[in-house]
C-alpha cells in the first residue's frame, strides 16, 4: 500500500515537520517529507484540510502550505497577538482565534477573511466547529463558554463559568462538546446545554481528541495518555506514552481500528494501535519519529481521492451548508469583510446603512 497519511507538527524552535507515513505490509514507518521555517517565533496551533496545512504561532501570523504542490502559499496576516487555535471545516472554511480575541472565518478559494467576529473580551483559547458547519463553540480568558451561529456571524448563547477554559471540543455526532477547565473536564449535551458528568484527570490537561463518539482521548502534563468514556463519565484506560510531558494527540481510523497519534516535548511522535471495543485495552505502539525538536502541535493530514482528479472545487464538497450560506450573495459577502460582531454584553450600537441587521441577514 502507498503512503496514505502525512504527520505534521509544530515545534518551539518555529519549524513545522512534514512526515510521510507508509502503511505497506502492515509496517508503519515514516520519513521525513518536509520542514517548512515560516515563522519567527514558536508554533501554536497546525490544522490540516484536504489541500493545506496551515499552522499559527506567537508571530501573529498563520501561515499556509500547499500540500498538493508542496510549496508555501503565503501567509495571513489578520489577527493581532498569539493565534491560539485553527480549525477547518471541510475543505472549505478556515477557522482562527488569538489573543486580540477575535474569531475569524476564512475562505480557502481566495483566502479571504469573510467574516470576523469579536468573540471574547479576552484571548480566544480555543474553538471548535459543529459537524453540520452552521455553530462554532469558542471559550475564553473571559470565563465564558460561547455558541455561534456561522450564519450570521452572532452569539446564540453564553454560558459564564467560573474559571478560564482551556479546550472545548465537539463530539463527531454533535450530540455533546467536552469543555476543559486545567485537570477538569465537564461532559455537555447540546439538547439541553448543560454538564452531564465530570472527569478529573490527575495532571493539566494539554490536549484532548475524541476517538468516536463517546471515546475521548486525554493527554497532559505528564507522559500518560488517559482514555474517558464520556457516556460513563469516566476514565477507563491509561498507558505510558512518553517520557515527558505530552502536548497533543490526534487520530485517524483505518479499517477496523483506530490509529491514535501524540506528540511530546521528548521530541517524538508515536503512532498506536486502538480498538476501541468496550473493554478498551491499552494501545499497541505501531510506530515512532524522533524529530529531535520541542513539540507543541500536531495534525494528521491524508490526501483525498479529489486531489488526483481535479484541482478546482467541487460542487458536492463536505461543507456545502456553510458555503452556501457564507456565500448566498456577493453583496453579503463583501459587507461581511467589513464587519465586527460587537460583544452580545455590550449594548448595541446603531449603524449607518449597511452596518445594521440587516448587513448580515440572510
Same mark, same amino acid.
Given at each position: ?21 507508509? %502503511? ?10 518536509? %520542514? ?33 504542490? &508542496? ?117 455537555? &449535551? ?6 452531564? @458528568? ?88 505501531? @510506530?515512532?519519529?524522533? %524529530? %529531535? ?18 484541482? @478546482? ?50
Amino acid at each position: 500500500m502507498v503512503a496514505v497519511l502525512e504527520l505534521i507538527a509544530g515545534s518551539y524552535e518555529q519549524i513545522t515537520f512534514g512526515y510521510r507515513v507508509n %502503511t505497506e505490509d502492515n509496517e508503519w514507518t515514516a520519513k521525513a517529507d518536509f %520542514t517548512h521555517h515560516a515563522h519567527t517565533a514558536s508554533i501554536s496551533a497546525v490544522a490540516a484540510s484536504e489541500r493545506f496545512v496551515v499552522t499559527g504561532s506567537k508571530d501573529e501570523t498563520i501561515q499556509l502550505y500547499d500540500m498538493k504542490k &508542496k510549496t508555501e502559499h503565503g501567509a495571513l496576516l489578520h489577527h493581532e497577538g498569539s493565534i491560539t487555535c485553527l480549525e477547518f471545516y471541510g475543505s472549505s472554511h478556515l477557522l482562527s482565534g488569538g489573543e486580540d480575541g477575535l474569531l475569524c472565518v476564512w475562505s480557502t478559494k481566495k483566502w479571504e477573511c469573510m467574516k470576523t467576529i469579536r468573540a471574547h473580551k479576552g484571548h480566544v483559547t480555543s474553538l471548535s466547529v459543529h459537524p453540520s458547519g452552521k455553530l462554532a463553540l469558542s471559550v475564553g480568558t473571559d470565563k465564558t463558554l460561547r455558541t455561534w451561529n456561522l450564519i450570521n456571524g452572532r452569539s446564540a448563547f453564553i454560558k459564564n463559568i467560573k474559571q478560564n477554559a482551556q479546550i472545548v471540543r465537539w463530539s463527531p455526532d454533535g450530540d455533546r462538546y467536552v469543555v476543559v477547565v486545567n485537570d477538569k473536564i465537564d461532559i455537555y &449535551k447540546l439538547e439541553t446545554a448543560s454538564v452531564t @458528568g465530570t472527569v478529573t484527570n490527575p495532571k493539566r490537561i494539554s490536549s484532548v481528541k475524541f476517538l468516536n463518539n463517546s471515546v475521548l482521548a486525554v493527554a497532559g502534563d505528564d507522559e500518560t495518555v488517559r482514555i474517558c468514556d464520556v457516556v460513563k463519565a469516566k476514565l477507563v484506560c491509561e498507558f505510558k506514552a512518553h517520557e515527558t510531558r505530552v502536548k497533543a494527540v490526534d487520530s485517524l481510523m483505518v479499517d477496523d481500528y483506530c490509529v491514535l497519534l501524540t506528540a511530546s516535548n521528548d521530541g517524538y511522535i508515536k503512532m498506536w494501535k486502538i480498538h476501541l471495543n468496550e473493554e478498551l485495552e491499552p494501545p499497541i505502539l505501531l @510506530g515512532e519519529i524522533n %524529530t %529531535t525538536a520541542r513539540l507543541t502541535c500536531l495534525a494528521v493530514w491524508r490526501p483525498s481521492s479529489a486531489q488526483q482528479i481535479s484541482e @478546482g472545487p467541487s460542487e458536492t464538497a463536505t461543507s456545502e451548508d456553510l458555503t452556501q450560506e457564507l456565500t448566498k450573495k456577493k453583496r453579503v459577502r463583501e459587507t461581511m469583510e467589513e464587519v465586527i460582531v460587537e460583544d452580545e454584553s455590550k449594548p448595541k450600537k446603531k449603524k449607518k446603512k449597511v452596518g445594521g441587521k440587516n448587513a448580515v441577514k440572510q
